[in-house]
């Protein structure tokens, strides 16, 4: 009895020592948690500017945290050791170092599936970005075809400022790069209404019916029949105009041209 | 060091506990007010009174009994004609169509009641003498529009009506069609300062016209009504705040002369 | 642990898409006035011989007018008078070409001129010199009563500017803008000088006159007014003072606004069939009339492209006032606004490229003007953090803008150059509202 008191008095103030020491380093690895945490949320802020150091940053983490594991393992087996005295304090204060090294290990897991979250979202949208269409370089390699938005703003400015052949040839330029986007209806109707703007009714005619030839279910059609026949009415070519009204009535009934071509009906003075 | 922890903790609670119990309780004290006193006086009733006329519709130069019974009165008026019992009958010979009205006074109130002798008059006794000044007449229109009929608000920006004003303009319907069925007039749209002023000419006229439509269901002929829009230009409140805007968003009521 | 890594991993990734949107939006174009072409204006002197020492006062109108004109064309950086070498120059035998072709000066060109009172005409000649062949390049003479001293600064400031800006611009110095100015009956239409100078008052009829517009002729203006009670349309002679009626009658015909030709009235109405305001077209005298916005709600202040083919207007089809485009039969709609807070009072540009309006983004803020290019629809916010800023109305020549603001207490007329910059107050009349900036002056 008065042996293990004996021991118990040599060895308190080693473990007092030790569970001081053993405090020190949780408060540092806390503190190194909460440096990780804000890391991370600098990490959060910048990922988006910049891939590259992301990725920097984010194995820099990874090493710190596992920086910190091999402490906790150093830590843990200078306990081993003490353990053997069998300290009850310290197999608590172990116990917890075990729960707190647990959750770091998940920490670092978690931050390696972040990376790789990263890393696979960088990959979907870089891949997205492939598979917009890109245009190929011409022959001598110095022309690069615009990108199908200002392609399109550049066409559909022109034709608001009433440079028809200009716009005429933009719409055509996007059409044939762009043939499969949503603007492409827009532009073969715009085609046809530099047409109708410059007075070429014949051209607009033709056109507009592409317009609803190829995008029949497009936000345009309606307007492209509606306007195929004012084109005929300004050819005077009445009972044409009289039978795409009707048909802009009959095909898009709820469209703000079908209201137009019912007013025209009247004006010709037919219903 | 947990345990520690915990121990403080423990301890702190109980503390709290015991502190809470201490200041807690003082304000638990229990204040129900007094059970109301039960009420004691009894109410002197009004009087009632109903007046009746046989008959009711008589050709022009015949005469008609009105007549009356009533509780709780120590006298009845009749308008016009003098005071009588608080029961009896008297007879009259109106030259037109006339409504007759009987107050019955007692301790407890007055309370009316209302008869009307329809006079059919024939064609070839109609005398200019008979008609009544026309100026009155018009007057008394002007009257209950003035008095009557109300002006109907909206909301920012919306013109389709508010359940106020859809309750406004079925009274004021009523009134059109019941009381001055030969009134024309006019709605005016108006706008708060808010919008800008061209779409406010717009916004205005919307007003008006919603409340025409809404009129013209309700069975008021539309060549009753005339709108017009005065958008921002004319704001019953020249103020720059939400009180005077809400006034200023309206649609009102004016007189066709 | 585990939710708040959750959350970073999905902040970071909508954080992504966010960044991404905000870098394809950044780009904004719109037109900058260059002050590349150095100016100087040596004030005007009487001519040798002048007898009538009142020439000096009309001068100094003219030094003035002509300075101010000059500097506010958004064409020339103005060269101090300070640094003007000493010597008077009358005739062009005065001018010194050495001094001023000094290289520290840099100046492009010269503008010189001399007046005198002849028969009770006030006689202005002037000459530019372009400094680097010493060539005379303009050389003009104006003969007026001398009540004009105004009239003659602005047509030399216009004869400069279209000179130099190779017909960039025809000179908005000679133009003039009407507007709305309340009264203790209602609005009368008022016309001005495009600097405020010159007011005069054009309508008195007692009741509300609104919304006034030039015809393309400068002739006439047409407007919407009260006097026979319904707000409808009239045109109003300048050189007269004579109205007309507008043929088509209803129950509301407002926002004028005459196609590029000249020929045809855009207005909003409504008619006495309908229950709503639509845009409607017809030719200055009402024949022809279309409807071009066959839906309920309120459509009103239409605008012309400058090819005639197009229109904007604003509309609530959507919920909330909206500018819309559409072409000049009501077919191919586009909104151009966002479908948010409260747009109204479109103004198209004169080049066709940018609509200006008046937007209100959220019911707490206060009105500004923004330019929108029509192809890109992109904003510029052109004025800020100065009361209500309303009814812009392009220069004919797509530099400046005239507009009602109300940051100086009462509602007022200003102008400013289009990229927001040189804000100019015209009135100081309290209630001043709705400009309309002429087309340019008519050729003499």
Redesign the interface.
């Known amino acids: 009895m008065r042996k293990i008191i004996l021991l118990l008095l040599f060895t308190l103030p080693g473990s007092i020592l030790l569970q001081g020491g053993t405090k020190e380093e949780l408060i540092r690895l806390q503190s190194d948690i909460v440096a990780a945490q804000n890391q991370i949320r600098l990490l959060q802020k910048s990922i988006d500017e910049n891939g590259a150091i992301t990725k920097t940053l984010l194995h820099q983490l990874l090493d710190l945290l596992n920086q910190n594991n091999r402490q906790i393992d150093q830590i843990r087996s200078y306990q081993d050791e003490q353990l053997q005295s069998g300290n009850e304090n310290i197999e608590d204060i172990v116990n917890e170092i075990r729960m707190l090294s647990a959750k770091v290990d998940e920490l670092g897991l978690k931050l390696t599936t972040l990376a790789r979250t990263v890393e696979d979202t960088k990959q979907s949208l870089e891949e997205m970005q492939s598979r917009r269409p890109t245009p190929e370089k011409a022959p001598d390699g110095s022309l690069m075809p615009l990108p199908p938005d200002q392609l399109y703003s550049l066409a559909y400015n022109d034709y608001i400022m009433g440079n028809y052949e200009l716009s005429i040839q933009g719409f055509l330029d996007y059409l044939a790069l762009y043939k499969d986007t949503e603007f492409a209806d827009n532009a073969q109707y715009y085609i046809g209404d530099s047409y109708f703007n410059q007075g070429r009714y014949p051209d607009a005619v033709e056109a507009f019916a592409q317009v609803t030839s190829l995008f029949p279910n497009g936000d345009k059609a309606p307007a492209a029949v509606l306007k195929s026949g004012l084109a005929y009415l300004n050819m005077s070519n009445n009972d044409s105009a009289i039978e795409l009204f009707r048909q802009v009535i009959r095909t898009y009934p709820d469209s703000p041209e079908a209201n137009i071509a019912k007013q025209q009906l009247q004006i010709l003075g037919v219903e | 060091?947990?345990r520690n922890v915990f121990r403080l903790g423990v301890f702190m609670v109980l503390v709290l506990a015991v502190l809470f119990g201490m200041f807690g309780c003082k304000k638990r004290t229990p204040t129900l007010p007094p059970p109301p006193p039960p009420t004691t006086e009894l109410e002197t009733p009004a009087p009632t009174i109903q007046l009746r006329a046989n008959p009711e519709i008589v050709n022009y130069g015949e005469s008609s009994t009105l007549s009356w019974a009533s509780t709780d009165a120590t006298e009845v008026v009749l308008k016009n004609i003098g005071k009588f019992t608080p029961e009896g009958s008297t007879v009259v010979t109106p030259t037109e169509s006339t409504t007759y009205t009987a107050i019955a006074y007692g301790p407890g109130g007055m309370t009316r009641s209302q008869v009307r002798v329809t006079v059919v008059q024939k064609t070839e006794t109609i005398t200019p003498t008979t008609v009544p000044p026309v100026d009155e007449q018009a007057l008394s229109d002007e009257e209950i529009f003035r008095t009557q009929i109300k002006d109907v608000f909206f909301d920012?920006?919306k013109y389709n009506l508010t359940p106020e004003a859809d309750t406004t303009l079925r009274q004021n319907a009523e009134i059109l069609r019941t009381k001055i069925p030969d009134v024309r007039i006019i709605i005016e749209g108006h706008c708060d300062e808010?919008?800008?002023?061209?779409?406010n000419?717009?916004?205005g006229?919307?007003r008006a016209?919603s409340v025409r439509?809404f009129l013209v269901a309700q069975g008021i002929a539309a060549s009753r009504i005339r709108?017009?829009?005065?958008?921002e230009?004319?704001p019953f409140d020249p103020g720059h705040n939400e009180e005077a805007w809400a006034k200023n968003r309206r649609g009102h009521f004016v007189l066709m002369k | 642990m585990k939710l708040p890594i959750i959350l970073w991993i999905t902040l970071i990734i909508l954080g992504l898409a966010v960044n991404g949107q905000d870098q394809e939006s950044s780009i904004v174009i719109w037109p900058k006035p260059t002050e590349e072409t150095a100016l100087a204006l040596s004030d005007f002197q009487p001519k040798s011989g002048n007898i009538d020492p009142s020439v000096n006062e009309y001068l100094q109108t003219i030094n003035e007018i002509l300075w101010e004109d000059l500097e506010y064309s958004t064409f020339f950086k103005m060269v101090s008078k300070s640094f003007y070498p000493a010597n008077r120059i009358t005739e062009p035998t005065d001018v010194v070409f050495p001094e001023w072709q000094q290289t520290d000066l840099r100046i492009d060109y010269l503008v010189i001129g001399n007046a005198r009172l002849e028969n009770n005409y006030l006689v202005v000649q002037c000459r530019v010199f372009d400094l680097k062949t010493k060539e005379q390049i303009l050389g003009k003479q104006f003969r007026t009563i001398p009540r004009y001293a105004r009239a003659i600064a602005h047509r030399i400031s216009d004869k400069i500017v279209s000179l130099l800006s190779a017909n960039a611009s025809q000179g908005i110095a000679s133009t003039q803008i009407v507007f709305e100015k309340k009264t203790k009956t209602g609005k009368e239409i008022h016309l001005m000088d495009y600097d405020g100078g010159n007011l005069q008052q054009l309508t008195s009829n007692g009741t509300i006159n609104l919304t006034p517009v030039w015809l393309r002729d400068n002739a006439r203006i047409c407007f919407t007014s009260y006097q026979n009670q319904s707000p409808l349309l009239y045109y109003l002679t300048l050189e007269t003072a004579e109205m007309q009626s507008f043929p088509i009658r209803g129950g509301l015909l407002t926002t004028p606004s005459v196609s590029p030709d000249g020929a045809e009235l855009a207005f909003a109405a409504r008619l006495s069939d309908s229950s709503d305001t639509d845009i409607y077209i017809s030719t200055l005298d009402g024949r022809n009339l279309r409807n071009i916005t066959q839906h309920p709600g309120i459509d009103v202040s239409p605008c012309w492209s400058p090819t005639g083919h197009q229109l904007c207007f604003v509309s609530d089809r959507g919920g909330t006032p909206q500018i819309y485009i559409s072409d000049s039969f009501g077919a191919g709609l586009v909104r151009i606004t966002l479908e948010r807070g409260y747009a109204s009072s479109p103004d198209w540009s004169p080049d066709g490229r940018y609509i200006v309006f008046s937007w209100r983004p959220s019911r707490m803020a206060t009105f500004d003007l923004y330019l929108v290019e029509v192809a890109t629809k992109e904003l510029r916010q052109l004025t800020q953090s100065a009361g209500n800023n309303e009814n812009p109305s392009w220069s004919p020549d797509g530099r400046h803008l005239v507009f009602q603001s109300d940051r100086t207490g009462t509602t007022e007329i200003f102008t400013i150059f289009a990229d927001g910059s040189n804000v100019r107050q015209l009135t100081r009349l309290d209630g001043c509202s709705n400009p309309g900036w002429s087309n340019y002056g008519t050729a003499e």
Do not use: Q, V
Request: aromatic share 12%.
């Open positions: 060091m947990n920012f920006d808010r919008g800008t002023s061209e779409y000419l717009a916004l006229d919307k016209n439509d709108t017009i829009s005065y958008g230009e004319r």
